[in-house]
Structures are given as structure tokens and as C-alpha cells.
């Protein structure tokens, strides 16, 4: 037993015959309204026939269709990702930042190295100790001094045992 | 990326090898000297012009006769040497290079007898003037300098 959809499609497409087309025919409410749809039917079937050749690149025309959706439902750029392709990237700040401290670094060292040796020159010597050995010279005594006039820094020991002349030879 | 990395820190090691390099290599001169106001043998010698108007000054004496001397050129700054005349000594040790001057343990002998001894940081742009026993009518002076 046929269901009326069924009896529907099979009456579009022209497979009702006899007896069942009769009694079908005899269920409709509006026969004229009936045959309208099925006109309409039938164009549409034929339509879409013509049309197939088109439909047969469809992952071509699908692709297509999608990318045009993507464009048009693409969000509005972001605020970072305008800095992120800018000319300013977060890598460059970085490398230029690095680069400024090394040249800076540089400078720095080769700058302090001029200045320097003349600030240290600026220096005298410093005696740090001195001693005699008393059983050697009891009676020794020592003094330190700086001359800042002439940049020379004095150890004075007093008390040292004399000795003769002959002392004094190479 | 990794290639400027590395870049940069060949820069950075090549200034700092620069900027951090160590004195160059110096001389210190170590002289035994005979001050005295007995008429001159010999000249002046050179190293002793320089400090001769200090040392009139200091000690009185208007000649200085250099008896022993020794010039050492210091390289690591970790060197020894001794300055002699037949019987004084000067052992001088250097201990290293600290602030552009040499740290020196000095030790004077009278032949054998350590007659004095002293550490000094001897700076380049200061002679160290020490003064020794009197001999005969004179003074013994030693004096080194970083020439």
C-alpha cells in the first residue's frame, strides 16, 4: 500500500497508470492546483538537467565559493597584529635594543679605557709595609713619606749600622 | 637569528678583550746609588737625571754615583730580579700589576744581612726613593722607577 507522497512522486514523474492514476486523480482536493505544481516540477527537473555540465568542476566552484565567504566574513584587523606587521615588530625592537646597549657597552669600554691610564697616573706610590730586623738594626726606624711636587714617594730609614767607605764600591 | 647572536657576542668579546687588556709591557729600573758631595767621577746616569733635583732635595747631596742596577721588563708581572753592587742587594718581586702600578716585596741585603724589607705598589708615574745606611761620608739610595 502506497503512501500518498509516494503516490505524489510517482504521479510527477508520469508512473501512475489504470486504475491507481484514477483513484489518485479522484483523492486530489484542487486537480487544478495539482497540475500547476506538477508543471512546476517538471521545469524545475529539466533545469537542473541542463545545468549538470556546470555542476561537474564542483570542488572548483566549491573552493571558490569558500574563499569569497572567508573574504567577505574576515574580522577587522586586530590593534597587535598592526604592530606585529609593521615596521616596528617586537623582534626588531628587541635586536635594536641589544644593538644600541652593545655599541653603548663599547663605547663605554674603549672610553674608560682612554681615561684611565691618566686618571691612575694621577696616583703616587704607596708603600704598603716595611720592616727592619731588630736584632740586625735595634736601632732602626722607618718613615714614610710622599713629595707630591715631584711625584716620589720616600722610605726613610734612620738608625741603619754606618759603614765605611770601601761600601760604596760597585 | 642565531648567526647575529653570535655576531654580537664576537663584538662584545673583542672590545672587552680590548678594553680590558692588560698594561703593556714595562721596565722597571732598580739602581743602588752612593749620594755624596764628593767631586764627581762619572755622569749622571740617565735614570737618576730625572729624579736628581728630588734627591738633592731630599738628602743633601749634589753627586749620586750608581754603583748596581738592574732593568727588568715585566711581562706577566710575576717576575723576580736583583739589582747588585759588591756588597749590597736589592731582590725585588714583583707580585703583579694592580691599578697601572706593580705590587713589589722588596728586601735589601747588606751581603748577607736582610737589611730592610718593604712591599710597595710602585706606580708608573712615581719613582720609589728609599734611603739606606750611611757609607762613609755618603748615603746609600735606592731608587726604582717604571720607565
Known amino acids: ?170 | 637569528m642565531r648567526r647575529r647572536l653570535l655576531l654580537l657576542i664576537a663584538t662584545l668579546s673583542v672590545a672587552f678583550s680590548i678594553g680590558g687588556a692588560s698594561l703593556p709591557e714595562q721596565t722597571v729600573w732598580s739602581g743602588l746609588i752612593i749620594a755624596s758631595n764628593s767631586p764627581p767621577t762619572e755622569p749622571t746616569p740617565a735614570e737618576v737625571t730625572q729624579i736628581e733635583g728630588t734627591l738633592r732635595k731630599l738628602f743633601g747631596y749634589s753627586q749620586f754615583q750608581l754603583i748596581g742596577e738592574a732593568r727588568k721588563t715585566l711581562k706577566t708581572g710575576e717576575e723576580d730580579w736583583l739589582a747588585t753592587s759588591k756588597y749590597f742587594s736589592l731582590h725585588v718581586d714583583s707580585r703583579g700589576e694592580k691599578a697601572d702600578a706593580y705590587v713589589l716585596n722588596l728586601k735589601l741585603f747588606q751581603e748577607q744581612k736582610l737589611l730592610l724589607e718593604t712591599k710597595a705598589r710602585l706606580s708608573k708615574a712615581s719613582p720609589l726613593v728609599i734611603r739606606g745606611p750611611q757609607v762613609g761620608d755618603g748615603q746609600l739610595v735606592i731608587v726604582l722607577v717604571v720607565q
Open chain 1, 1 to 170: 500500500m502506497k503512501t500518498f507522497e509516494e503516490k505524489w512522486t510517482a504521479w510527477i514523474d508520469d508512473e501512475l497508470t489504470g486504475r491507481e492514476l484514477e483513484e489518485f486523480l479522484a483523492s486530489l482536493p484542487d486537480r487544478a492546483a495539482a497540475q500547476a505544481e506538477k508543471q512546476n516540477a517538471k521545469q524545475v527537473g529539466s533545469l537542473l538537467r541542463e545545468q549538470a555540465i556546470a555542476l561537474s568542476n564542483a570542488d572548483f566552484f566549491s573552493h571558490q565559493l569558500r574563499e569569497r565567504l572567508d573574504r567577505e566574513n574576515a574580522p577587522v584587523r586586530s590593534e597587535p597584529d598592526a604592530i606585529r606587521t609593521g615596521w616596528w615588530t617586537i623582534r626588531r625592537l628587541l635586536w635594536g635594543g641589544i644593538t644600541s646597549l652593545a655599541v653603548f657597552t663599547i663605547c663605554a669600554v674603549v672610553v674608560f679605557r682612554e681615561s684611565t691610564p691618566s686618571s691612575q697616573s694621577e696616583y703616587l706610590t704607596q708603600i704598603l709595609e716595611s720592616r727592619v730586623d731588630p736584632t740586625v738594626s735595634p736601632n732602626a726606624t722607618i718613615s714614610m713619606f710622599e713629595k707630591k711636587d715631584d711625584h716620589v714617594t720616600v722610605l726613610w730609614v734612620d738608625g741603619l749600622q754606618s759603614l765605611p767607605p770601601e761600601y760604596a764600591a760597585k
